[in-house]
């Protein structure tokens, strides 16, 4: 039934050449075949996606797509995976947590996007969608915490390699064409 939801909903915008953004949701991301690469560990209660080479969402750049996400449904092909990334000391504790480790191209901007449906509490709906951006370092690793609850949580680490965190600031994203938005 989702699929034929899906079906319609792309035929119902393709007019407006916006088919681009719902592929967006059920295309895995690619790593990169060749070239310098970082290691990213994401961990989220929503949906993260990436678009590598660029420092603003646009998701008909080859590559781009579902990094991880924790509800079924959805392009989830990278959840799970190991790179064999060193363990933090960081915890979290939370339900229905996508992991997942990935490379991604270095020395480049890498342009990601959270979002997270929320939850209702106490007559209140939450939800989370951000978009921002980050440029990793050749042969590091990453690690990337992306969490809805009552509000967002972007939270970027490098890790060495005992798994000791040092923070990194990430920059607010915007698209890269407006009429992505519609």
Known sequence: MRA????????????????????????????????????LRV????????????DCIDWRVPGSGVMA??????AGQNNGRSLGMPESNRRV???????????????KPFAMNFQSEG???AGYSYSCKQSFRFTPKAGEDYELILLESSQCLVAL???????KPENVPVE??????????F
């Open 4 to 39: 034929f939801l899906i079906a319609g909903l792309a035929l119902a915008v393709s007019g407006c050449g916006n088919i681009s953004n719902i592929r967006a949701y059920n295309t895995p991301y690619a790593e990169p075949a060749a070239g310098d690469t970082a290691r």
């Open 43 to 54: 961990i989220t209660n929503g949906m993260a996606r990436g678009v590598p080479g660029r």
């Open 69 to 74: 996400v924790s509800e079924s449904g959805f």
């Open 93 to 107: 504790e939370a339900q229905a947590l996508a992991r997942t480790e990935l490379k991604v191209p270095a020395n």
């Open 119 to 121: 939850h209702v509490s």
């Open 157 to 163: 680490q490098r890790l060495d390699p005992t798994g």
């Open 172 to 181: 607010k994203a915007k698209l890269c064409n407006a009429m992505d938005m």
